[in-house]
Nanobody, 119 residues
C-alpha cells in the first residue's frame, strides 16, 4: 500500500518561511510525477509544484520565485521550501504522487497539512 505522509505545516507570519516534507513508502512502481497541491477554503484544489520522473520542475505562476520543490531519492522524500509567504498561501497542502505500474498510472494523495499565513 502506497503512503504519502506530509509534515511541516503550521502558522507563520507573512514574509516567513516553511518547509513541507512528503515521505513516500510502500511503492515498487516508478514515479511519473510527484508534487504538491493546495486547497484554500471555498476554492478548488490547485497545483502548486511538481517534479516529473525525469526531474523536470513545474510551478504555479503564483509561487514562482518563492517556492522550491526538491526530491531526495535516497530518503524517498519530496520537499517544498516556501519563502516570502503571503496570507493568500493559506491552505491545506497535499502531497500527490502519480505512479507508473507498467499498465496504468495510479494517483495517491497524502492526508494534507495545514499552512496558515497571518498578515
Amino acid at each position: 500500500q502506497v503512503q504519502l505522509v506530509e509534515s511541516g505545516g503550521g502558522l507563520v507570519q507573512a514574509g516567513g518561511s516553511l518547509r513541507l516534507s512528503c515521505a513516500v513508502s510502500g511503492s515498487t512502481f516508478s514515479i511519473n510525477r510527484i508534487g504538491w497541491h493546495r486547497q484554500a477554503p471555498g476554492k478548488q484544489r490547485e497545483l502548486v509544484a511538481d517534479i516529473s520522473g525525469g526531474g523536470k520542475l513545474n510551478y504555479a505562476d503564483s509561487v514562482k520565485g518563492r517556492f522550491t520543490i526538491s526530491r531526495d531519492n535516497a530518503k524517498n522524500t519530496v520537499y517544498l521550501q516556501m519563502n516570502s509567504l503571503k496570507p493568500e498561501d493559506t491552505a491545506v497542502y497535499y502531497c500527490n504522487g502519480v505512479f507508473n505500474s507498467g499498465i496504468s498510472l495510479i494517483a495517491y494523495w497524502g492526508q494534507g497539512t495545514q499552512v496558515t499565513v497571518s498578515s
